[in-house]
């Protein structure tokens, strides 16, 4: 009894041969008997890969086609249940994130559930995202989605001494105290300057440099020569992110007499003051500006309009008028 032929996909140059004999109006068999086929592996692959109106088999084209399909096989369809995908499609239409949509999912339908991860791959399926696209209502809008953790660079934190948030005295949660700062660089992919926006968190008042580039040296050398210049009781503590920028914190701790924290990984929110002020730094300096071509007259200038303009969360008080009141105490 003769053993069966195990079956593998059909090649590319298998399909330029098939689309050469075809051509020449070679019969089937024929064909199956030169590629070691069977008939109804041939009349198969021109039948589904043939083109619609000509009738005519392409090898590219057929190809192509077959690639498509092997794609699609491994495709899943996101949230299949119609009153989850229905409820999410809905208020994503109303600008909601992921997190508020699985959250307010849970309290007013509890015997519905859905995690946000699942939302986000819904979000960025291509087969949604054909008929409708809604990454561009996500806060954060990015045309391809990047997946937390999975770049080489982040696997490993390098920053001599580092002390994490969690260790950080509740008395700068709290803003009681002046002198805590939280600092964080302002980047363009189109340019090697950045801006350093440091900021105090009880007043907000904002101290924003130019930077030749972004480097660990400009980072410590401008911090050292920005808060130097006040008083020990405004030279408390930096709060920082785990960037490669920050890894002279213990000289800038040496040099201004402070104790340096870092955010968890990926936990930017953390360190919220300097988040929100980089957001309206931005309002002016958008994320495609070329900072090269940005002066450190324009930067000073942009500070003292922030540092001047009133705060709600400070009754309405600027953040200069604030932090003039905290140099003049030692508490």
């Not at 008939?39 to 890969?49: H, V």
């Not at 045309?143 to 950080?168: A, C």
């Amino acid at each position: 009894m003769a053993q069966p032929r195990s079956y593998h996909q059909i090649t590319q140059e298998e399909r330029d041969t098939i689309a050469t004999l075809y051509a020449q109006r070679v019969s089937l068999s024929e064909i199956a008997r030169k590629l070691d086929r069977n008939k109804s592996t041939i009349s198969r692959e021109i039948s589904r890969n043939k083109a619609p109106i000509r009738r005519v088999y392409g090898s590219c084209r057929a190809h192509n086609k077959a690639k498509e399909r092997k794609i699609e096989a491994g495709h899943r369809p996101r949230l299949k249940n119609a009153f989850i995908r229905n409820y999410v499609k809905r208020h994503l239409r109303m600008e909601w994130t992921p997190e508020q949509i699985a959250g307010s999912l849970r309290v007013r339908y509890s015997q519905y559930s859905i995690c946000v991860e699942s939302i986000y791959r819904f979000i960025y399926d291509r087969e949604v995202r054909r008929h409708e696209d809604f990454v561009q209502v996500l806060p954060r809008a990015h045309r391809i989605r990047n997946y937390r953790g999975q770049r080489k660079t982040h696997r490993m934190l390098r920053i001599p001494e580092r002390i994490s948030i969690l260790e950080r005295p509740e008395s700068v949660q709290h803003r009681k105290q002046a002198g805590h700062w939280e600092t964080d660089t302002i980047i363009a992919r189109t340019s090697e300057a950045a801006l350093l926006a440091t900021v105090e968190r009880k007043s907000r008042y904002l101290k924003l440099n130019r930077l030749n580039r972004r480097s660990s040296q400009q980072v410590r050398v401008t911090l050292n020569r920005t808060l130097s210049q006040y008083g020990k009781h405004l030279r408390r503590t930096i709060t920082y992110d785990n960037g490669q920028e920050n890894v002279d914190h213990m000289i800038v701790n040496k040099t201004l007499g402070t104790r340096s924290f870092f955010c968890q990984p990926y936990h930017s929110w953390e360190k919220g003051t300097v988040e929100n002020t980089i957001g309206i730094v931005r309002r002016t300096y958008p994320k495609k500006t070329n900072f090269d071509l940005v002066s450190a007259a324009d930067v000073k200038r942009l500070e003292r309009k922030l540092n001047n303009t009133p705060r709600k969360v400070l009754h309405y008080q600027t953040p200069k008028e604030v932090f003039n009141q905290l140099r003049c105490t030692s508490s």
